[in-house]
Nanobody, 127 residues
Framework: QVQLVESGGGSVQAGGSLRLSCAAS????????MGWFRQAPRKEREGVATISPGGGRTFYADSVKGRFTTSRDNAKRTLYLQMNSLKPEDTAMYYCAACAVGAESCTPLSPVDFGYWGQGTQVTVSS
């Protein structure tokens, strides 16, 4: 099973940018939907962005559209989340996750469908 390790979190001021990375233990090209999720204290985990197995389609939560971009570098087995114009409400633990093609369902942005998870990386945005 694929293993995922996130990096790139940190503390920034509102309006700043961060790029998160997620390194996979195996080639995920055409094999897994990849997604970013986040969870703030006392809130449910929510989908932020999802990218299709081939990388041709992306899906974003309304709250991050126009500010966040996800991409995958298949040669490096790495998923990215570029976050611009960060807001205090973006503060959360960010997780990378994968859903295998052929699974019962891989609904974009749906945490329940993604079966493989990284340990998370903290993002804190101050006003």
């Amino acid at each position: 099973q694929v293993q995922l390790v996130e990096s790139g979190g940190g503390s920034v001021q509102a309006g700043g940018s961060l790029r998160l990375s997620c390194a996979a233990s195996e080639d995920t090209t055409n094999r897994y939907y990849m997604g970013w999720f986040r969870q703030a204290p006392r809130k449910e985990r929510e989908g932020v962005a999802t990218i299709s197995p081939g990388g041709g389609r992306t899906f974003y939560a309304d709250s991050v559209k126009g500010r966040f971009t996800t991409s995958r570098d298949n040669a490096k087995r790495t998923l990215y989340l570029q976050m611009n114009s960060l807001k205090p409400e973006d503060t959360a633990m960010y997780y990378c996750a994968a859903c295998a093609v052929g699974a019962e369902s891989c609904t974009p942005l749906s945490p329940v469908d993604f079966g493989y998870w990284g340990q998370g990386t903290q993002v804190t945005v101050s006003s």
